[in-house]
């Protein structure tokens, strides 16, 4: 597929004719963290599916909607739902969203995910603020023919998380009653969890948790010239750390149970922009 502006134009110019602000701040939820967009007010909702060019998202703990409305007097855009390379979908589709969002108006992206802790001074239920993130595995999303209209050929992800949004993030961090961290993100592609081996080296290599998503979204962001915030539910201990397996239930479990409390906090933030 030949990606070109056009293509994600069509996305954009539909879901005006469905929304009739400019959206200041993009969210994308991770896994089990859905009840945040529950706090939207004035929500409109558009299903996916629906969007021209858009993808689907296959996870069954993702809504696949997009929902637009208001949070603290702030116009939002929020993504109950992302996309993944172990759904199929390759790392150059893997830009839809961003650019999308980008196209609609949007300023600031936040985005979210459960991760697993590889620090053993984590424990499942803190947030983990990213400072930087390690990706060893699969191809850019930016690979393929540049479109200049989005950002240049090549571009400096130094500061990718942005240091001012970091402080900001972490500042407002001691009104919640959650443990916060700041750290290092490992991607790996999943769907399978890493094993004790990945784990090891992943420590020796800095990080401080791991995950199947956000990297993908946030070098696209970078990309774009968008300001980002990317926070780590962290939902259990990584591969070998403890002495148990792994589970998808121990993850959306975890993810669960601090949601309501993580969703204030991301309120807090929202304003704060």
């Keep these: 597929m030949a990606y070109t502006r056009e293509y994600f134009q069509a996305s954009?110019?539909?879901?005006?004719?469905?929304?009739?602000?400019?959206?200041?701040?993009?969210?994308?939820?991770?896994?089990?963290?859905?009840?945040f967009a529950q706090t939207i007010e004035n929500p409109i909702v558009v299903d996916y599916a629906d969007i021209p060019h858009f993808l689907l998202s296959t996870v069954a703990s993702h809504a696949g909607k997009l929902i637009f409305g208001s949070v603290e007097g702030r116009k939002v855009v929020c993504m109950s739902g992302r996309f993944h390379s172990y759904e199929g979908y390759s790392f150059e589709e893997l830009v839809i969203p961003i650019r999308v969002l980008k196209l609609l108006g949007v300023k600031t992206?936040?985005?979210?995910?459960?991760?697993?802790?590889?620090?053993?001074?984590?424990?499942?239920?803190?947030?983990?603020?990213?400072?930087?993130?390690?990706?060893?595995?699969?191809?850019?999303?930016?690979?393929?023919?540049?479109?200049?209209?989005?950002?240049p050929r090549f571009f400096d992800v130094s500061r990718m998380y942005t240091p001012e949004l970091r402080k900001l993030a972490l500042d407002l961090s001691?009104?919640?009653?959650?443990?916060?961290?700041?750290?290092?993100?490992?991607?790996?592609?999943?769907?399978?969890?890493?094993?004790?081996?990945?784990?090891?080296?992943?420590?020796?290599?800095?990080?401080?948790?791991?995950?199947?998503?956000?990297?993908?979204?946030?070098?696209?962001a970078v990309h774009c010239g968008l300001p980002l915030l990317a926070l780590s539910v962290i939902t259990n201990m990584a591969a070998g750390v403890l002495d148990q397996p792994l589970s998808a239930k121990e993850v959306d479990e975890a993810a669960e149970k601090i949601s309501g409390a993580f969703s204030d906090y991301m309120k807090t933030i929202v304003a704060a922009i």
């Design 109 to 151: 992206v936040i985005l979210t995910n459960a991760a697993g802790a590889v620090n053993r001074d984590y424990r499942p239920g803190d947030v983990m603020v990213l400072r930087d993130h390690i990706k060893l595995n699969g191809d850019s999303p930016l690979r393929g023919p540049n479109l200049e209209d989005f950002g």
């Design 174 to 220: 001691k009104r919640s009653p959650l443990q916060f961290h700041e750290g290092t993100y490992m991607f790996f592609p999943g769907p399978q969890f890493e094993t004790p081996a990945e784990i090891r080296a992943a420590r020796l290599l800095g990080a401080d948790a791991v995950g199947m998503s956000t990297v993908t979204e946030a070098l696209t």
């Design 12 to 35: 954009a110019d539909f879901l005006r004719t469905r929304v009739d602000f400019t959206p200041e701040v993009g969210v994308v939820l991770g896994s089990c963290l859905g009840p």
